[in-house]
Structure formats: structure tokens, C-alpha cells
């Protein structure tokens, strides 16, 4: 059964800088890519970072430069680290497991000052 539980957002000005932080409990965790979604109120949900099994990293033009993926698989913790932080990055975040249709509650970045 799988669990992903995301936390971390909360309300920065814009330019600052939070770590937003995935929880999973599928049984083998390494072996998924994982990825971080977000939707904006109003707008489809879209793919923002991806870190594939073995490490490799790919990012939405929108967050380049900006955002960091990495993930512990010892913790079945991926993590995502927004800096220069703007207003259009405010949205409800989400993890994924690359093939399984289960989205967790998300957690909300809101970026305003």
C-alpha cells in the first residue's frame, strides 16, 4: 500500500526560500522515480521536478535554476528545495511515484508579501 505525505509549504515572501519534504511507504522506495507536481488555484496540475532511481534530475523551465530535487532512499524521502521564491510559484505542491495513480493531500506554498 502506498502512502506519500508531503509537508513543508507555508506562506514566504517572495525572493525567500522553503523546503518542502515527501514521505513515502511503498515497500521498495529506490526503485521509483519520483516526482513533484504542483496546481495553482484555477489551473491544471503540472510537473515541476523529477529524480529517477538513479539520481538524475529534470525540472520545468519555470523552476530551473531555482528549485533543487533530491531524495534519501534510506528515509523514502524525496525533498524539493524552492529558492527565489515568486508569487506565481504559489499552489498546492504534490509528490508522486512515477506509474502509481495515488496522490497525497499536498502542501500548500503560497508566496506573497
Known amino acids: 500500500q502506498v502512502q506519500l505525505v508531503e509537508s513543508g509549504g507555508g506562506l514566504v515572501q517572495p525572493g525567500g526560500s522553503l523546503r518542502l519534504t515527501c514521505a513515502a511507504s511503498?515497500?521498495?522506495?529506490?526503485?521509483?522515480?519520483m516526482n513533484w507536481y504542483r496546481q495553482a488555484p484555477g489551473k491544471e496540475r503540472e510537473l515541476v521536478a523529477v529524480?529517477?532511481?538513479?539520481?538524475?534530475?529534470s525540472y520545468a523551465d519555470s523552476v530551473k535554476g531555482r528549485f533543487t530535487i533530491s531524495r534519501d532512499n534510506a528515509k523514502k524521502t524525496v525533498y524539493l528545495q524552492m529558492n527565489s521564491l515568486k508569487p506565481e510559484d504559489t499552489a498546492v505542491y504534490y509528490c508522486?511515484?512515477?506509474?502509481?495513480?495515488?496522490w497525497g493531500k499536498g502542501t500548500l506554498v503560497t508566496v506573497s508579501s
Open positions: 508522486n511515484a512515477a506509474g502509481i495513480d495515488y
Open positions: 511503498m515497500y521498495i522506495f529506490r526503485i521509483y522515480d
Open positions: 529524480i529517477t532511481s538513479i539520481g538524475s534530475t
